[in-house]
């Protein structure tokens, strides 16, 4: 790099500059500052009043401008900004009106996420069996309610999972919706659907491509391994969506930079971040505890014994949280398939986000841990329909691990009531 004299702004953008790169996990400032470095060097550029110094300024200005929304509340972000403006002032950049727009070749380019951070710790979230999610917090629960719902949004990428009860009566995953929202300079907004309607996994968007952006930069892609696997690879955010198929069943997995959590958006709950819906789970350890309470207070059968149920989770290899959906769905469905999901999803997990193995996995497969939830009283047991139409598998479901309704709705609910007899009394009169 080539220097004349530095004067005190300059030499608090190069301080500013170098300690970004330790401390700059935030958002992507340091892609732009090792722009800025890259073309300092390789063009020996005069750090001073001339043009080629100008030029980099504004592309140095562009990039962040591009990076700042992941960067509110940042202040070395901010503070670059304002110096930048001051030296393009200092160094009379106005005088050369050809560099008050930013390069050709950098408006058109897409900045890949893992360029600027290849060491970004990243998040895993998957979603299989009946109703049973891994938030990206490690936080394993079994949702209470069928449904469409966002496993995850955010600025850049949706994914929503459909539950519902198949023709025997299981309540699973029953079609995925990936939306790969559109980036400029980067990808269209493309559409991924899986339905278990379908005979295999489409290989393709909806729109009929496999990929978005170019043939020389695809920073969206689908790469299919058979009729039961798909890889939805997003390059310039360096996250993956994986969905599988077992049978008649689904699964889906999310892996992506833990930086890009911190955007997602305000306006609703998402599975991988907050859960099932207004905390609506299933009591599932109190049910692995105590099988025939559990299925009694909810009118329906055990399927498989918990004996015969345990013992061949075991025999596959299942462990921890999975382990205990794996029994789980035995138990209730006597469905072989649902084992071999939970199967599929563990070693899944192993294989692409390593931090599971190293920090959460314990290898337990058994269910002693819960014998002192063994005398549990279910409450709220719902009442049992003579129906044939009516589906017992899903009615379980409705005995939740938090009140049905929140404060606000029994205060509503009983206004209307209120509103309504009193109506009643002035039509009488």
Known sequence: MSTASFTPFQFIIIAIHISLFPFGRCCMVEYCAGMYSQKLDEGGIIIGKNAPYCQ????????LQGTSRSCRGNLKFHTLQTLLQRQKREFSCGAFPETASPSEALQRRCNFLADSMPQAMHRYC??????????????FETCARAGAYPLIDNRYLLVQITHSNLANRVNALTKVTVIVKATRHCTPQKQYEASTEDAELAVSFVDGTMFGGNRSQRTVEIRPHNGSHV??????????????????FLSVAVRIPEMLLKEQLDDGEQLCTTGCVRGETVRIKEALANPHSFTRCQGIHVKTPLKIATDRCARVGVNDAFF????????????????????????????????????????RHNLSIYDSLSAYEWKHCPAHSTSSSSSPF?????????????RAEVILILTLHFVFRLLRLILVC
């Open 56 to 63: 980099v300024i504004t592309d140095y200005i562009f990039c």
């Open 324 to 363: 205990d959906a794996c029994v789980f769905d035995l138990l209730m469905s006597g469905d072989e398939t649902l084992v071999a999901l939970a199967v599929d999803a563990e070693h899944h997990i192993e294989k692409f986000y390593p931090p599971y193995s190293r920090h959460y996995a314990n290898g």
């Open 394 to 406: 899903s009615s379980f479901f409705l005995n939740v691990d938090a009140c049905q309704l929140s």
């Open 231 to 248: 890889e939805i690879a997003l390059q310039h955010i360096a996250t993956m969506v994986y969905v599988r198929r077992q049978g008649p």
């Open 126 to 139: 998957t979603a299989f069996g009946s109703r049973h999610v891994r938030r990206f917090d490690g936080h």
